[in-house]
């Protein structure tokens, strides 16, 4: 009985850490400009980043425009510190290793990349991505273990976007093409320190592919005057990853319905969306993690300030604009439990765009 009640609190904790990461929605690419305005982006996507938000707002594409390169990287602080830590570490060594997983059982680490070059023009762009993200929670204090989910993507996307009425209502669609490599497993420290670890993580690996269609709407309505600043209110509505959403043995890419509304004032640009209207994304039910707000402030085509609140938590953007390089700095966080404001991870972005 006295060996049954010193396992009682592990076994709590076991049970309350799978509760609380949840892990957060699955997607395929997201840019620095969408994030760093909350996510906030159905009734505006007039740049390159409608392909995977609402390829509807390609109509509104101010002018074209060539990329030849773009990298885009980001850590979580969780991931960062468990970096720094393991590198004392002799990962050969089984206590060693149970020790470090211990100091980090229920943290959240997570690191990501992706690659996005591509060609804009008004009401078509075409792009070719690749994009990685992998998640790391160690669980089970008195045997530790590392969960382990990671995707990766390569493929191509193209949109088209057409306006009528006017330009009031746009109407878009967008094609992607998708590669996907998913890995979901749990490893104990005798199989982090064994010489085939690398060989055991490559055989778990699921492969898998399909063809994404995502439609959306645009309605733009006319000029109304407040004060002595004309307005222009937008709503947007996108239908994403239809038909096609099932990679075979990879990791599924979820099915969801946006909706959206923008308002421009001058340099200003407002936006509030919803994601998953329909609610077709079945891993919680929660409001708050749909919930997206953002801003974004434009000085002539130099910079761009941005802030918004993504899941309940803020975000912050910046963009320098050198005509032939572009310089995307942001912060945001991701609540990686089952509502917004259980448990966030706080990450940091670095994106590097060359072309003309």
Request: glycine share 8%; hydrophobic share 45%.
């Amino acid at each position: 009985m006295k060996k049954l009640l010193c396992c009682v609190p592990a076994l709590i904790f076991v049970l309350v850490s799978s509760m609380l990461f949840a892990g957060e929605y699955n997607y395929i690419y997201r840019g620095a400009r969408p994030l760093g305005m909350g996510g906030a982006f159905v009734a505006v996507s007039n740049d390159q980043n409608a392909l995977f938000y609402n390829p509807a707002g390609l109509s509104h594409v101010p002018d074209r425009r060539l990329v030849l390169l773009a990298v885009e990287a980001e850590v979580g602080q969780g991931a960062y510190d468990a970096y720094t830590d393991i590198l004392d570490v002799d990962t050969d060594n089984e206590l060693e290793v149970a020790e470090f997983l211990r100091d980090y059982i229920g943290e959240y680490s997570h690191a990501a990349a992706a690659v996005f070059p591509y060609y804009i023009r008004p009401h078509f762009a075409f792009g070719i991505f690749g994009a990685a993200n992998t998640n790391f929670i160690a669980r089970n204090y008195q045997y530790p273990s590392l969960v382990i989910d990671s995707t990766a993507d390569v493929g191509a996307a193209l949109g088209y976007a057409h306006a009528f009425f006017n330009d009031a209502l746009s109407i878009g669609a967008s094609l992607k093409y998708v590669v996907r490599k998913s890995l979901n497993e749990t490893y104990t420290v005798p199989d982090i320190t064994s010489d085939n670890f690398d060989d055991m993580v490559e055989d778990d690996v699921q492969d898998g592919s399909g063809i994404l269609l995502d439609i959306g709407f645009i309605y733009r309505f006319e000029k109304v005057a407040i004060g002595q600043k004309d307005v222009v209110f937008q709503i947007g509505l996108s239908a994403n990853n239809l038909i096609g959403s099932d990679m075979g043995h990879a990791r599924d890419i979820e099915e969801h319905v946006d909706v959206g509304i923008a308002a421009s004032v001058d340099s200003w640009l407002f936006a509030l969306d919803y994601f998953d209207v329909a609610g077709m994304i079945d891993d919680d039910d929660d409001p708050g993690k749909r919930i997206r707000i953002g801003v974004e402030y434009q000085f002539e085509k130099l910079f761009a300030v941005r802030a918004g609140l993504y899941q309940g938590y803020t975000t912050l953007g910046l963009e320098i604009d050198a005509r032939y390089v572009l310089i995307d700095l942001l912060t945001y966080a991701e609540e990686v439990g089952t509502y917004a404001g259980q448990h966030r991870d706080r990450r940091y972005m670095l994106g590097l765009k060359f072309g003309f």
